[in-house]
Nanobody, 127 residues
Framework: QVRLEESGGGSVQPGGSLRLACTASGPADKRYCMAWFRQAPGKEREVVVSFDTRSGGRYFDDSVLGRFTISQDGAKTRLYLQMNSLKPEDTAMYYC????????????????????WGQGTQVTVSS
């Protein structure tokens, strides 16, 4: 069983930065494909970035490309999302997710294939 826990959310002014962390526990082979999603009130959950923890392959949504980066620690138990140049439209609940099915491929933006989710951390960008 994979457990995921997000941290690092908060409130920041436009143009500011935040770093989110996803701490994972459980077998590493059960979380080879990890992702950050976000969901704003009244909107569908959308991918921010998907990341293959084995190869380092990654997919960023166009809305965050060039502003957000992803990294993991050496033990591959923490996944970091560095968010720079934040905009009000980045305001959302951010979720860490993982899937293990190689048939679905990784990275992947499909929300329905991720079967492990954290509780989420709120990011608010406003002046």
């Amino acid at each position: 069983q994979v457990r995921l826990e997000e941290s690092g959310g908060g409130s920041v002014q436009p143009g500011g930065s935040l770093r989110l962390a996803c701490t994972a526990s459980g077998p590493a082979d059960k979380r080879y494909c990890m992702a950050w999603f976000r969901q704003a009130p009244g909107k569908e959950r959308e991918v921010v970035v998907s990341f293959d923890t084995r190869s380092g392959g990654r997919y960023f949504d166009d809305s965050v490309l060039g502003r957000f980066t992803i990294s993991q620690d050496g033990a591959k138990t923490r996944l970091y999302l560095q968010m720079n140049s934040l905009k009000p439209e980045d305001t959302a609940m951010y979720y860490c997710a993982a899937h293990i099915n190689p048939d679905f491929g990784c990275p992947s933006s499909r929300v329905d294939i991720y079967d492990s989710w954290g509780q989420g951390t709120q990011v608010t960008v406003s002046s």
